[in-house]
């Protein structure tokens, strides 16, 4: 079984506990959010960052909302893995014709 990687072993923020960046950055929410810990097989947050606020998603900040940010966690290569790896099924909206 392959092991199951967090977003900040993917992405390599720095910013999980005791990250190299986190005296710049601060440590991520998702490195610390004890209520997800085991969701999709991650550490804390780790597999399920696009679901936790004040957690970056290309380099946005923590003011966007959960929906406009999420427009831009659909377009990541980390979260389509998870999906991937995690078998969830998500609907897609059908175009008008």
Do not use: Q
């Not at 960052?49 to 923590?62: E, L, Q």
């Not at 966007?64 to 078998?87: G, P, Q």
């Amino acid at each position: 079984m392959t092991k199951k990687i967090n977003c900040w072993e993917y992405k390599r923020c720095g910013r999980e506990l005791e990250g190299e960046k986190v005296s710049e950055f601060g440590i991520c929410p998702a490195a610390t959010n004890k209520d997800a810990d085991g969701v999709n097989g991650g550490v804390n947050g780790g597999r399920m960052c696009w679901a936790i606020v004040g957690t970056y998603s290309f380099n946005r900040n923590d003011k966007d909302s959960f929906l406009h940010r999420n427009f831009f966690c659909f377009d990541c290569k980390f979260h389509r893995k998870v999906i991937a790896e995690e078998k969830i099924i998500r609907f897609r909206a059908l175009k008008a014709k």
